[in-house]
């Protein structure tokens, strides 16, 4: 009777081990990201799966985070951690996945750096982290320019550099190559080698993937998992730039995949995990708290943090 009864017990649990294995393997990663150049890290897992992506704009970034209907979020990393700070958000830091996709550009003819000095520049994103960084670079590698506007976004600066000869435009990847198709006399020059002349750093942290602290919890392996597939789908940014370029053109992420081509290897895509991100994180932090809530990310904010 004893010997039934275990049998029985071993059977029931050998089940329900199979039933935890195959609700692992059957859980479906749901993520959203912006559709610009941060969009380009999940590239290639996107085509795979289109229907567990979500394409976000600028203005419905906050609302994803509230929703929390996704297990990861691609987001300006200071959007995230000021989010989170303000108890706004329960996604944690899981990887760096941007690094920086800014330029300065111009039509002038034999434009340099130099002539920013005493001259005006139009940037896009008054009051983001995209605008700080620029004028915390140019000011580091003494450049002033006499006047800052601003436009709305890439796309703006992008047109202003196209209609105006004399224009001095902060612009970024894709707009400067999809600007550049247009006209062949443009000349520009990284924000990213401005900044590592600043801080000896290979550009700074502009958006990450960010982890629901529920599915973290809940799925720890599916987390893990999925963390190593991003990892290899931005290592491809470099090594596979024609099968990023395919998958974010038919994902509508690029233009086209000639733009992408082009485009890819200036979006300075790699993956960090956010632990051996954060000295480099808390570097942008400094360089303008108010756009992180006032403050460094505390130890919370990083997942993996002990």
């Known amino acids: 009777m004893m010997k039934r009864l275990y049998s029985l017990l071993l059977a029931i649990l050998m089940l329900l081990s199979l039933f935890a294995v195959a609700g692992a393997d059957e859980y479906v990663v749901k993520v959203s990201s912006p559709s610009g150049a941060p969009g380009l890290a999940l590239a290639t897992l996107a085509v795979q799966a289109p229907e567990n992506y979500t394409y976000l704009t600028a203005e419905t970034i906050t609302a994803e985070f509230a929703n929390e209907t996704a297990d ?20 944690k830091l899981a990887a760096v996945v941007a690094w920086g996709n800014l330029f300065i550009a111009s039509q002038r003819e034999n434009f340099t750096l130099e002539d920013i000095n005493g001259a005006e520049i139009t940037m896009f994103g008054e009051k983001t982290i995209n605008s700080s960084i620029t004028k915390f670079v140019l000011a580091e590698n003494g450049i002033i320019p006499a006047n800052v506007e601003y436009l709305a976004g890439a796309s703006n600066t992008q047109k202003l550099l196209l209609s105006d000869a004399e224009a001095i435009v902060l612009t970024a990847e894709p707009a400067l190559t999809a600007a550049r198709t247009k006209n062949d006399k443009i000349t520009s020059y990284s924000v990213n080698e401005l900044y590592k002349s600043a801080t000896g750093y290979d550009g700074f942290t502009q958006a990450g993937l960010f982890v629901k602290t529920e599915t973290a919890q809940n799925h720890p392996e599916v ?32 233009p086209n995949k000639k733009v992408g081509m082009n485009a890819i290897p200036n979006c300075t895509i790699r993956y960090m995990s956010a632990l051996d991100a954060r000295e480099q994180v808390e570097i942008t932090a400094n360089i303008d708290l108010e756009q992180f809530g006032g403050a460094v990310p505390a130890d919370d904010f990083y997942y993996g943090a002990k």
């Not at 990861?72 to 996604?91: D, E, Q, T």
């Not at 024609?242 to 994902?251: G, K, N, P, Q, T």
């Open 72 to 91: 990861f979020i691609i987001a300006p990393l200071n959007a995230g951690a000021k989010l989170y700070k303000a108890g706004k958000s329960s996604y």
């Open 223 to 254: 987390v893990e998992n999925y963390l190593k597939l991003v990892e290899e789908s931005c290592d491809k940014c470099v090594s596979d730039v024609a099968a990023v370029a395919e998958a974010a053109a038919a994902m509508e992420i690029l």
